[in-house]
T-cell receptor, first 114, second 115 residues
């Protein structure tokens, strides 16, 4: 089965710190996604990528950037963490860009910004 | 972009009863409608999906119906069991332009099944 691995399950950072969230998938998927999950707000898309070095803004990209230097790895960067970025972050991948495909999610990173 | 609304936000049922969760979407170009289940502390997982050329799809105790004219789709769970307790997310996807391959999620429904 596809494995999507997020580097940290829990992370505590201070306001103003630069934060890196890493995600790796092992099935040669083209698409990778970063979502933010908050109670009552569902899954909101931050950024996605359909190829190496390609990125597309999602619905809430402000305060975030991403990097995809290798096909299997997709990083989410918080340039200067703020308390309103405290949230659960979910990475996901899917096989192909040109088809509606099943998303495989990582287990999530619960980020707390103090 | 697409707007997906999901109701209700919470749903409590007795074990053995049926549960129905409803979603509406705004863009008539949407053509793929998956449902994801997220158990407490776990990752979301796809449980069933339907494409716009099909009106209904069933998999054991779960079924999804799609009404393209009204732009709504629903998840039906029959003979509910405690292990059905979870948050359920509906989603819609459009294959057009730069929105290729991305899903628009509803806000989720917390289903609780009481024994």
């Amino acid at each position: 089965d596809v494995k999507v691995t997020q580097s940290s399950r829990y992370l505590v950072k201070r306001t103003g710190e630069k934060v890196f969230l890493e995600c790796v998938q092992d099935m040669d998927h083209e698409n990778m996604f970063w979502y933010r999950q908050d109670p009552g707000l569902g899954l909101r898309l931050i950024y996605f990528s359909y190829d190496v070095k390609m990125k597309e803004k999602g619905d809430i990209p402000e305060g975030y950037s991403v990097s995809r230097e290798k096909k299997e790895r997709f990083s989410l960067i918080l340039e200067s963490a703020s308390t309103n970025q405290t949230s659960m972050y979910l990475c996901a991948s899917s096989l192909q860009m040109w088809a509606n495909e099943k998303l495989f999610f990582g287990s999530g990173t619960q980020l707390s910004v103090l | 972009g697409e707007n997906v609304e999901q109701h209700p936000s919470t749903l409590s049922v007795q074990e053995g009863d049926s549960a129905v969760i409803k979603c509406t979407y705004s863009d008539s170009a949407s053509n793929y409608f998956p449902w994801y289940k997220q158990e407490l502390g776990k990752r979301p997982q796809l449980i069933i999906d339907i494409r716009s050329n099909v009106g209904e799809k069933k998999d054991q105790r779960i079924a999804v119906t799609l009404n393209k004219t009204a732009k709504h789709f629903s998840l039906h769970i029959t003979e509910t069991q405690p292990e059905d307790s979870a948050v359920y997310f509906c989603a819609a996807s459009i294959n057009r332009g730069s929105t290729l391959g991305r899903l628009y999620f509803g806000r989720g429904t917390q289903l609780t099944v009481w024994p």
